[in-house]
């Protein structure tokens, strides 16, 4: 049986009108449709650029739009391919390669809509050999947010004057390498990757896929035009905050919109891609303070209490494969490291390295910028490098004032620990008191029976060393029923 051209309209007809009154129906439609042609990197990648379309039909509805950012490290990786696809199924889309910044403030302006910006090769805007475009990184980056304006002044005959031109709308990129830091932190990054021999994809074709799209396009449109003006905002996930939840809040009001499983699944995606987007290249200042308490808290080696400038700089330059030793064509001096830290509220001051008293930085004034800006260490090491020099001071006090020998002290530990063992009626956590005695026991080269860690204070019982917590959560754990 075939269908003659009225059937097929009124078929097209009967899905438009299922896929109005279901969300799930709609944006499973657009999911399959977009993984016909891209293999993503992952599942979670595939549900935000079909979440990402959908959002781009409902521009009124945001405080804000994410960039939603197709980056690789190598060409033929999919993104041109990944915008290609997108391009389809957004409202009013505009697909732009290298363009000057006047043509976008004024297409952005256009009286028939803010249109999707479908940026290519954006590494010819941003990348190494490229200049500043200090324009067009400003428009991204204040276009995220609605109400966003650029201000122009225009020549009308001999008169200047002011105008402003909105410079919100919904913008997707693609390109190698990696975009500034205040882009990034706006967009939505999907790494993306070449295809391996297993991965097969259906060949996209514009001129008979494009064709395709309109359906797809059509259902997204009738079920957008139904939704209420005012939505109702999210719940995000815990670990989804501050700029993070801006940028994922929209996505994740279409899913709840849409119902079903894509509630779930969104906030999946957004946990994982934001998660991932944390290891994107780091700017130099955060791979300085990085290698700064690799330096001062060593593995496998006593942490530095301080260190003068030079020795500092002497050690930095030794790091393989680091900038520090050819920063521009020379090296990180002393004028520029200080330059570095300053940013971070750290400063150098005269330090005492033996008997001597060099200029140079001391740990304990590095401790706030690293817990700001670099990940947390693991628990065993952050037991003694969150609090630095006031543990080693209060160990000191202990131990003179107990007046015993280090094996005493662990043997003492060991007794207290049995104690804590059979007193768990009393909720009674002597860990806490004891902990900062034990630590004169530890021995260079001994590990932690439980997390395997060999930082930090430490105490002896049944012939085996344990951090204090460490050794608490074991007790807690044999306790459970």
Known sequence: ?????????????????????????????????????????????????????????????????????????????????????????????????????????????????????????????????????????????????????????????????????????????????WLPDTILTRSIIIRMRRRHAGEKVEPFRHRIHSRQAVAVRMAIEAWAGGQPAEIEWPDMPASVEDRDADIWEPLIAVADLVGGEWPKRAREAAVALVADSKESEPSLGIRLLADIKNIFIPDGAPDLEAIASKALLQRLHEIAESPWHDLKGKPLDERRLSGFLKQYGVKSKTVRIGDSTPKGYARVDLHDAWARYLPP?????????????????????????????????????????????????????????????????????????????GDGPMSRHDHAWWHPECRQYWLKQRRRP
């Open 377 to 453: 260490p693991s628990p065993a090491k952050s037991a003694t490098s969150a609090t630095g020099a006031t543990i080693l001071e209060y160990q000191r006090q202990n131990v003179a004032e107990s007046g015993a020998d280090a094996g005493n002290v662990a043997d003492t530990v060991s007794h207290v620990a049995d104690d804590v063992a059979d007193s768990t009626q009393n909720n009674v956590n002597v860990f806490n008191d004891v902990s900062a005695v034990a630590d004169v026991a530890h021995l260079a080269g001994d590990i932690c029976t439980q997390c395997g860690g």
């Open 1 to 177: 049986m075939t269908l003659s051209t009225t059937d097929n309209n009124t078929l097209d007809e009967l899905v438009l009108e299922t896929d109005a009154r279901s969300g799930e129906a709609m944006l499973n439609r657009v999911y399959d449709f977009i993984g016909r042609f891209v293999a993503y990197p992952s599942d979670h990648a595939r549900v935000a650029n079909a979440l990402w379309a959908i959002h781009a039909h409902m521009m009124d509805r945001w405080e804000s739009t994410p960039r939603l950012a197709f980056l690789s490290a190598e060409p033929a990786s999919g993104k041109t391919r990944a915008l290609e696809v997108t391009e389809c199924l957004v409202p009013h889309a505009v697909s732009t390669v290298n363009v000057s910044p006047a043509y976008l403030f004024r297409k952005v302006a256009d009286e028939d809509g803010p249109p999707t910006v479908l940026f290519d090769e954006i590494d010819t805007v941003f990348g190494p050999k490229a200049k500043d475009n200090e324009e067009i990184r400003g428009w991204l980056n204040a276009g995220h947010r609605r109400g966003a304006m650029a201000g122009r002044c225009v020549m009308r005959g001999k008169i200047v004057e002011t105008e402003e031109l909105p410079a919100y709308c919904a913008v997707a990129l693609a390109g190698l390498g």
